[in-house]
């Protein structure tokens, strides 16, 4: 029995499984950054530096920081659709940059300013080093020079090459740097895709990003953290997501073999046992080549999930518009999906914040962690309400001069709920 057909008016604007992983993404990155020290105002059972809830808790949230990936694999999905709902011509350079800087920079900047104001509020006048001490210290810093380095790197979204995001006080910082960098190597790879095709536009970000972390582990005995943050490192797992965009809209066909339960279980427990065995890795060397391994399976395992994602998005879609027990999972995540930049910029200082105000209240440790995390996802809303959706609507506005309107295609064109997909 045939299912009705969407209305116009209902048609999705969105694509909501997309959505959908953005909010798992943000999800794991606030669970990585949960956990909080404890020192100073309880005492730990053996009276060393204690992080809660504990070891336990640490040795699973850990897994979060590959939120990151995931962002990077839904990165690359979403610049290349636009692209390969026509599958033709190339992409203007300024327009684009026109775009994703009237879309990201300004809610950047904002957030920015926020850090600094929380840094000199924080170490001038809590801590009393404004208005006699020098003026690096009223924001925490020993030097001036290293002070006016870091706010010089964040303004041009260079800061992933010293460090600078965690001593402005906004550690995930760094993967927006990283992100406008694998911007700039689009260009290339979209060159390379439409000139030889998608075996040596694969092939080429794959040598470039094995190439990148190897000559790294084997010419530093101790490598900077820029070589392992920057774009040539996530290149591949960037183009992965490109790929995905174009099986979506049928320019490109995936093999269905690589996104079946069999292979994506593989590919992750292959990605966990990889994360488990660096930890017992004796040698610098042996660590280091589990790592490139490991960042390879993480990329491919979201590359999977978005397959997965892409042939489950029009059930989804009309699962939306019925009252069922589905949405009380897809719902949530999509809308934190929505506003999930807002709620990476803003989470670690709310986090902050949100800590040394329970710890004046002297509430029990579990409220506090609750309130943490809400407090990430209350300020990150509340945000993209009042400042990111105002830009991200501007940016809709930038015209591409002789650019067609682009239809959807494959992927969001199906106008009846399928019979044969996935059941809620």
Request: charged share 15%; proline share 6%.
């Amino acid at each position: 029995m045939s299912q009705p057909e969407l209305s116009p008016q209902l048609k999705p604007t969105r694509l909501i499984m997309i959505d959908v992983l953005r909010g798992v993404a943000v999800f794991m990155v606030m669970i990585r950054h949960l956990a909080f020290n404890v020192s100073g105002f309880t005492q730990s059972p053996t009276g060393s530096v204690a992080q809660y809830p504990g070891d336990w808790f640490n040795s699973i949230a850990v897994f979060g920081e590959y939120g990151v990936h995931l962002f990077l694999a839904l990165s690359g999905f979403c610049i290349h659709f636009r692209w390969a709902r026509t599958g033709v011509g190339s992409v203007p350079f300024l327009p684009f940059w026109k775009r994703r800087l009237i879309r990201l920079y300004p809610p950047f900047f904002i957030v920015l300013c926020v850090s600094i104001t929380a840094l000199f509020t924080l170490h001038g006048f809590i801590l009393k080093a404004f208005p006699d001490a020098p003026i690096a210290s009223w924001f925490g810093y020993a030097s001036g020079k290293q002070l006016a380095i870091d706010i010089l790197l964040l303004l041009t979204l260079t800061q992933n090459l010293n460090g600078a995001s965690q001593r402005i006080g906004n550690g995930p910082f760094w993967s927006l740097a990283l992100e406008e960098q694998l911007y700039l190597l689009y260009f290339p790879f979209l060159w390379l895709r439409r000139n030889f095709g998608w075996s040596v536009a694969l092939a080429i970000p794959l040598i470039a990003t094995l190439t990148w972390r190897i000559v790294g582990v084997c010419l530093f005995e101790s490598p900077p953290q820029f070589w392992f943050v920057t774009a040539p490192a996530f290149w591949v797992c960037w183009c992965l997501g490109a790929l995905a965009a174009e099986h979506s809209t049928g320019l490109s066909a995936v093999p269905r073999i690589w996104s079946t339960p069999l292979a994506i279980g593989t590919t992750f427990v292959l990605a966990v046992y990889s994360r488990l065995q660096i930890e017992t890795m004796r040698g610098p060397y042996a660590a280091a080549a589990i790592d490139v391994g490991l960042e390879l399976l993480i990329g491919f395992v979201w590359f999977q999930v978005l397959l997965v994602a892409i042939r489950y998005e029009p059930a989804v879609q009309c699962a939306f518009l019925k009252s069922n027990w589905g949405n009380l999972l897809w719902k949530p995540l999509a809308w934190l999906g929505m506003c999930s930049y807002s709620v990476y910029l803003l989470h670690d200082i709310a986090f902050t914040a949100i800590k040394q105000f329970c710890i004046m209240m002297k509430l029990p440790l579990p409220m506090i962690l609750c309130l943490r995390f809400s407090s990430g996802i209350i300020v990150g809303w509340m945000f993209y309400k009042t400042v990111e959706k105002y830009f991200h609507d501007k940016s809709k506005r930038v015209e591409v001069k002789g650019s067609q309107p682009m239809k959807f295609n494959r992927l969001i064109s199906t106008e009846t709920c399928p019979e044969n997909q996935f059941k809620f």
